[in-house]
């Protein structure tokens, strides 16, 4: 009996073209036994093993091997892989929309989306009409690659093809248009759509979510809700964080009502975002009680209840967890360190700070960010390690951003050196001159050392170079609104019921020892009198005052404030709950306050 041929060798293999490519020739039967290796094959290195074999055997322009060995390298693609998958793609001389849209995915997931681009022309150069699968993924690179022109050039072509209605472009185009910051475009996007499905509402509230745009965020949901569509747990996601957002607890206790009611707490992620709420809305017993009640807690699980800890003054609390995510054999990352880092920072704990520090690259391979390098500023600079932290921003190996050198100019102010101040300054305007706080910061600190030359002249800067002060804003949630003050209302405007109430509240604090610390206020021209009334109506004051006004006696009353709280404000705040009995949680741009019986949690060290 003759021995039957091998799969191999009973296929005839491709006939290529005088330029090596492949022409598309269909074979009778695939080369089976060389493609059920791909499934086991687990490294590019092995799959390169897979083409020498397919080599030896002929079938090296096969065009079934060639989508299987491209469809492998853009599954889970690196620079590397996909470097490779074009190599492959090139050979073959009339791709189809398949291995087009095979490409254009994998580029879209890499570190080189705009690389999806030229692949975009050259598909339409081949006369190939983009279906379902291409424009979402083109646009998924536009959106990585922040490529906003091109990828307003794409939306262009899906309305000339009719497809600007599209269930599965439409959301792609939101995307695009939220991640290029360009949120009101997927706005319009959105509104044109006929009838939105829940994927486009999870785009554009995922989209105002990112955009520090809750409001709305929220009542697209409650239009979800009317219209009977489901939300998923992406939605969940998006809505949490605009309740962590607001600091808006009530409304955020609700939302974890409905999560537990519709089954999304078994998604750790969504438990995750409760924890991030609760923690960013003041409650950190609620933050504790939802993560000592999940039954897996993941990186970002143990991650976020460090930072939580960290953020509310509690560093020991956010070390010992540390320690307990280590013996559950969980591997911390990168936002773990960053709570660390905060934690030693606000607890001024220098030594443990550099020891972390260390161990991020030495002990657990996770290079420093920016963000981890300026946590380090941050701590040196409280410490009053002011020269020590310039050099550690100068040192770095990376090019110093704004934001470092504003940490240490913010520390140059709280210990009063106007020199170093000065020389800071100048590092940041070599990098952006716009930020109007920079200018603030630092004729505040000259004001105070009676420097009114310099105070004259930042201030003659800012308005020649057209730069504005970011006016304070607090905003507290009673009965489920959010309601926001700005810092100087009722200045100029006729006294009404929370005016006349800040008044006579701002007379029973000074029965009580207040004195209104007027040096806070630096223009030489004003009297006491009005320096006083320009410290009376801070928006922390008059959201507070709103509090006492309408919420029941003995009820926390919280408020989130946009900038950093004021010495004077943080010295009401501390009366205010010894003679109200009220507990009174602040949250600021850089942490929490918690004041309670005439005493802050920050221990005055903010």
Same mark, same amino acid.
């Given at each position: 009996?003759?021995?039957?041929?091998?799969?191999?060798?009973?296929?005839?293999?491709?006939?290529?073209?005088?330029?090596?490519?492949?022409?598309?020739?269909?074979?009778?039967?695939?080369?089976?036994?060389?493609?059920?290796?791909?499934?086991?094959?687990?490294?590019?290195?092995?799959?390169?093993?897979?083409?020498?074999?397919?080599?030896?055997?002929?079938?090296?322009?096969?065009?079934?091997?060639?989508?299987?060995?491209?469809?492998?390298?853009?599954?889970?693609?690196?620079?590397?892989?996909?470097?490779?998958?074009?190599?492959?793609?090139?050979?073959?001389?009339?791709?189809?929309?398949?291995?087009?849209?095979?490409?254009?995915?994998?580029?879209?997931?890499?570190?080189?989306?705009?690389?999806?681009?030229?692949?975009?022309?050259?598909?339409?150069?081949?006369?190939?009409?983009?279906? =379902?699968? +291409?424009?979402? @993924? !083109?646009?998924?690179?536009?959106?990585?690659?922040? *490529? &906003?022109?091109? #990828? %307003?050039? /794409? $939306?262009?072509?899906?309305?000339?093809?009719?497809?600007?209605?599209?269930?599965?472009?439409?959301?792609?185009?939101?995307?695009?248009?939220?991640?290029?910051?360009?949120?009101?475009?997927?706005?319009?996007?959105?509104?044109?759509?006929?009838?939105?499905?829940?994927?486009?509402?999870?785009?554009?509230?995922?989209?105002?979510?990112?955009?520090?745009?809750?409001?709305?965020?929220?009542?697209?949901?409650?239009?979800?809700?009317?219209?009977?569509?489901?939300?998923? =747990?992406? +939605?969940?996601? @998006? !809505?949490?964080?605009?309740?962590?957002?607001?600091? *808006? &607890?009530?409304? #955020? %206790?609700? /939302? $974890?009502?409905?999560?537990?009611?519709?089954?999304?707490?078994?998604?750790?992620?969504?438990?995750?975002?409760?924890?991030?709420?609760?923690?960013?809305?003041?409650?950190?017993?609620?933050?504790?009680?939802?993560?000592?009640?999940?039954?897996?807690?993941?990186?970002?699980?143990?991650?976020?209840?460090?930072?939580?800890?960290?953020?509310?003054?509690?560093?020991?609390?956010?070390?010992?967890?540390?320690?307990?995510?280590?013996?559950?054999?969980?591997?911390?990352?990168?936002? +773990?360190?960053?709570?660390?880092?905060?934690?030693?920072?606000?607890?001024?704990?220098?030594?443990? #700070?550099?020891?972390?520090?260390?161990?991020?690259?030495?002990?657990?391979?996770?290079?420093?960010?920016?963000?981890?390098?300026?946590?380090?500023?941050?701590?040196?600079?409280?410490?009053?390690?002011?020269?020590?932290?310039?050099?550690?921003?100068?040192?770095?190996?990376?090019?110093?951003?704004?934001?470092?050198?504003?940490?240490?100019?913010?520390?140059?102010?709280?210990?009063?050196?106007?020199?170093?101040?000065?020389?800071?300054?100048?590092?940041?305007?070599?990098?952006?001159?716009?930020?109007?706080?920079?200018?603030?910061?630092?004729?505040?600190?000259?004001?105070?050392?009676?420097?009114?030359?310099?105070?004259?002249?930042?201030?003659?800067?800012?308005?020649?170079?057209?730069?504005?002060?970011?006016?304070?804003?607090?905003?507290?949630?009673?009965?489920?609104?959010?309601?926001?003050?700005?810092?100087?209302?009722?200045?100029?405007?006729?006294?009404?019921?929370?005016?006349?109430?800040?008044?006579?509240?701002?007379?029973?604090?000074?029965?009580?020892?207040?004195?209104?610390?007027?040096?806070?206020?630096?223009?030489?021209?004003?009297?006491?009198?009005?320096?006083?009334?320009?410290?009376?109506?801070?928006?922390?004051?008059?959201?507070?005052?709103?509090?006492?006004?309408?919420?029941?006696?003995?009820?926390?009353?919280?408020?989130?404030?946009?900038?950093?709280?004021?010495?004077?404000?943080?010295?009401?705040?501390?009366?205010?709950?010894?003679?109200?009995?009220?507990?009174?949680?602040?949250?600021?741009?850089?942490?929490?306050?918690?004041?309670?019986?005439?005493?802050?949690?920050?221990?005055?060290?903010?």
């Amino acid at each position: 009996m003759a021995a039957a041929p091998s799969p191999i060798t009973s296929i005839s293999p491709s006939k290529s073209e005088p330029n090596g490519k492949v022409s598309r020739i269909e074979h009778i039967n695939p080369p089976q036994n060389l493609l059920s290796l791909l499934p086991k094959c687990t490294s590019l290195k092995e799959l390169k093993q897979i083409q020498a074999s397919a080599i030896k055997t002929h079938l090296q322009n096969d065009l079934t091997v060639l989508t299987k060995l491209i469809n492998f390298c853009t599954k889970d693609p690196t620079f590397v892989s996909m470097e490779y998958a074009q190599k492959l793609f090139d050979k073959i001389s009339q791709p189809d929309i398949v291995l087009f849209n095979t490409m254009a995915r994998g580029y879209s997931r890499s570190n080189t989306p705009i690389q999806a681009i030229p692949l975009f022309c050259q598909l339409l150069s081949f006369g190939f009409l983009p279906d =379902d699968f +291409t424009f979402p @993924s !083109v646009l998924k690179a536009c959106s990585s690659a922040k *490529a &906003l022109e091109e #990828g %307003k050039q /794409i $939306h262009c072509l899906v309305f000339k093809l009719g497809l600007n209605h599209n269930i599965y472009i439409c959301p792609s185009l939101i995307s695009m248009y939220t991640e290029c910051n360009d949120v009101d475009s997927a706005r319009r996007v959105f509104e044109k759509m006929l009838d939105p499905c829940v994927i486009s509402y999870n785009a554009i509230i995922s989209g105002y979510a990112k955009c520090s745009r809750p409001n709305e965020a929220l009542s697209l949901f409650r239009e979800l809700q009317v219209k009977s569509l489901k939300p998923t =747990d992406v +939605t969940m996601l @998006s !809505v949490l964080s605009c309740c962590a957002l607001l600091g *808006a &607890l009530d409304l #955020g %206790k609700w /939302i $974890h009502e409905y999560v537990k009611k519709h089954g999304f707490d078994k998604y750790i992620k969504v438990s995750t975002a409760v924890i991030d709420m609760y923690a960013k809305c003041g409650s950190l017993e609620d933050a504790i009680c939802v993560f000592e009640n999940m039954s897996v807690r993941d990186t970002p699980a143990w991650s976020t209840m460090i930072v939580a800890y960290a953020t509310h003054g509690k560093g020991y609390k956010a070390i010992e967890t540390f320690e307990e995510m280590r013996k559950a054999g969980v591997q911390p990352d990168e936002i +773990t360190f960053l709570g660390l880092l905060y934690a030693c920072s606000h607890n001024g704990l220098v030594k443990e #700070g550099w020891r972390y520090f260390s161990s991020m690259s030495d002990k657990y391979g996770i290079i420093p960010g920016i963000k981890h390098y300026g946590c380090m500023v941050d701590l040196l600079g409280r410490t009053g390690h002011l020269n020590e932290a310039y050099k550690f921003i100068d040192e770095l190996p990376v090019k110093p951003t704004p934001i470092l050198w504003r940490t240490l100019l913010a520390a140059c102010s709280s210990h009063g050196d106007v020199e170093l101040g000065k020389r800071v300054i100048q590092r940041i305007f070599e990098l952006d001159d716009s930020h109007g706080g920079d200018y603030v910061i630092l004729s505040n600190l000259c004001a105070r050392a009676g420097r009114w030359e310099d105070v004259d002249f930042l201030r003659k800067l800012m308005k020649d170079r057209g730069v504005v002060k970011v006016p304070g804003c607090s905003s507290i949630e009673v009965d489920n609104i959010v309601h926001e003050f700005f810092s100087g209302d009722g200045v100029n405007t006729v006294s009404t019921s929370l005016h006349k109430a800040l008044d006579e509240l701002m007379k029973e604090l000074k029965m009580v020892g207040y004195v209104p610390d007027t040096s806070l206020v630096f223009h030489a021209e004003m009297g006491e009198e009005e320096k006083e009334i320009s410290l009376r109506y801070h928006s922390e004051k008059l959201a507070i005052a709103y509090g006492l006004l309408k919420t029941p006696p003995g009820s926390t009353i919280r408020v989130v404030k946009n900038l950093r709280v004021c010495g004077d404000c943080h010295s009401a705040a501390k009366l205010i709950s010894h003679i109200f009995d009220r507990e009174i949680i602040l949250r600021d741009v850089q942490r929490f306050h918690h004041f309670r019986d005439g005493k802050c949690s920050c221990g005055d060290f903010w």
